[in-house]
């Protein structure tokens, strides 16, 4: 157990449609990333936050934003849905935002219909 | 653009006997390279990591080897043990404000009894 708790582990929504997935970090870390995995692919970089402030930004779509809570917890918050959305969204977190060591979540499953 | 390259998608090793994960990069300003570690229905679990002014480090059965003129990093695990079976992430730190992983697409490694 990491202890980073992603909520769902699994999603089914149709095209056009509005999502949220949330994330709480492991206890102590500040820093808050989502990640993309898409079928045989590796892990697409979409957003970083640290204590509540966006710190970089990866290839994330437009359709698709974030935010980091004061009690540190994350959402990612994906709308107008389509079909090649579907993919694995994982949340990581660290102490610090140097990013040498992420503690990953167990990712939710998003399935486009 | 790969950044980040595992050519092998897949390994199979014989229990005792080493594995060795390869994993290219393409982009000399990274600083600091990671391995990650993934079971099926879990996130990413962190292994081992390497500081660019550094070419080897090791931890028990894990050693990570880098070679910055061939911009290439391996991972060594001896003995492979048949728990070891799972997908290998090599992952790389940028070395500007934005601090992101780039990930390699996974070398899914076997290890058979």
């Known amino acids: 157990d990491s202890g980073v708790t992603q909520t769902p582990k699994h999603l089914i929504t149709a095209t056009g449609q509005r999502v949220t997935l949330r994330c709480s970090p492991r206890s102590g870390d500040l820093s808050v990333y989502w990640y993309q995995q898409s079928l045989d692919q590796g892990l697409q970089f979409l957003i970083q936050?640290?204590?509540?402030?966006?710190?970089a930004k990866g290839n994330i779509l437009e359709r698709f934003s974030a935010q980091q809570f004061p009690d540190l917890h994350s959402e990612l918050n994906l709308s107008s849905l389509e079909l090649g959305d579907s993919a694995l969204y994982f949340c990581a977190s660290s102490r610090l935002p140097e990013n040498t060591e992420a503690f990953f979540g167990q990712g939710t499953r998003l399935t486009v219909v | 653009d790969q950044q980040v390259k595992q050519n092998s998608p897949s390994l199979s090793v014989q229990e005792g006997r080493i594995s060795i994960l390869n994993c290219d990069y393409t982009n000399s300003m990274f600083d600091y390279f990671l391995w990650y570690k993934k079971y099926p229905a879990e996130g990413p679990t962190f292994l081992i990591s390497?500081?660019?002014?550094?070419d080897k480090n090791e931890d028990g059965r894990f050693t990570v080897f880098l070679n910055k003129s061939a911009k290439h990093l391996s991972l060594h695990i001896v003995p492979s043990q048949p728990g070891d079976s799972a997908v290998y992430f090599c992952a790389a730190r940028g070395s500007g404000s934005a601090r992101q992983l780039t990930f390699g697409s996974g070398t899914q490694l076997t290890v058979l009894p």
């Open positions: 936050y640290y204590n509540g402030e966006e710190r």
């Open positions: 390497i500081s660019s002014i550094k």
